[in-house]
């Protein structure tokens, strides 16, 4: 059974350029989320993703945007990059029935270097 | 808001040595508290949970015990190894934050032979 698969590994972009991140969810989970990590510092909610749809937004500006696909995998999209986007973006999936929070699983990570 | 504070690293023991890492927490409401432990390449896994005050989460030999009246979850170990090394983050997940973490800084631990 596949974890939480994101890709790619690594990416180095230049300023202003757009980005795309992808997740595929933990088999059987229907919720996406994804996070932000800046060097040194623990995760930042971004927003989260159920039906296809965003369910709920932490505090990110709107260059930061998301899809959710029919098989429940996701892209993170970033315009206009700027040096401060530099971090590891984390996916993490879910059962919204659960309840539980404990239920999301995280992928590796995607490490985004914007020069 | 929600926010989590962790004490700051790295912290660096012996093997053997005995492990406290301090987390405190700031919630509206009555937040679950997790440790989650980060090695070096690997995503973020759970280390253990507790969803109520007094609760007690243990798992590998590491405990953390929810203090409501000092809004605090500190995370202990009696005998850590080299493996232990790795960034522990606490982290809090509140009804008002639609059940998604608030995490702490992280807290990084060497563990030397």
């Known amino acids: 059974d596949a974890g939480v698969t994101q890709s790619p590994t690594h990416l180095i972009k230049t300023r202003g350029q757009q980005v795309t991140l992808r997740c595929s969810p933990k088999?059987?989970?229907?919720?996406v989320s994804w996070y932000q990590q800046a060097l040194g510092q623990g995760p930042q909610f971004i927003f989260q993703?159920?039906?296809?749809?965003?369910?709920q937004r932490g505090n990110f500006p709107d260059r930061f945007s998301g899809h959710q696909f029919p098989n429940y995998s996701s892209e993170l999209n970033v315009n206009a990059l700027l040096l401060g986007d530099s971090a590891l973006y984390l996916c993490?999936?879910?059962?919204?029935?659960?309840?539980?929070?404990?239920?999301?699983?995280f992928g590796p990570g995607t490490r985004l270097t914007v020069l | 808001g929600d926010s989590v504070t962790q004490m700051e690293g790295p912290v660096t023991l012996s093997e053997e040595a005995f492990l406290t890492i301090n987390c405190t927490y700031t919630?509206?409401?009555?937040?679950?508290l997790f440790w989650y432990v980060q090695y070096p390449g690997e995503g973020l896994q759970l280390l253990l949970k507790?969803?109520?005050?007094?609760d007690k989460g243990s798992n590998k030999g590491f405990e953390a015990t929810y203090r409501k009246e000092t809004t605090s979850f500190h995370l202990e170990k009696g005998s850590v190894q080299v493996s232990d090394s790795a960034v522990y983050f606490c982290?809090?997940?509140?009804?008002?934050?639609?059940?998604?973490?608030?995490f702490g800084p992280g807290t990084r631990l060497s563990v030397l032979p």
């Open positions: 993703y159920y039906e296809e749809e965003e369910r």
């Open positions: 919630a509206t409401g009555y937040p679950s």
């Open positions: 982290a809090l997940s509140d009804e008002d934050y639609g059940q998604n973490f608030v």
């Open positions: 507790a969803t109520k005050a007094d």
């Open positions: 088999s059987g989970h229907d919720t």
């Open positions: 993490a999936s879910s059962l919204p029935g659960q309840g539980a929070v404990d239920t999301q699983y």
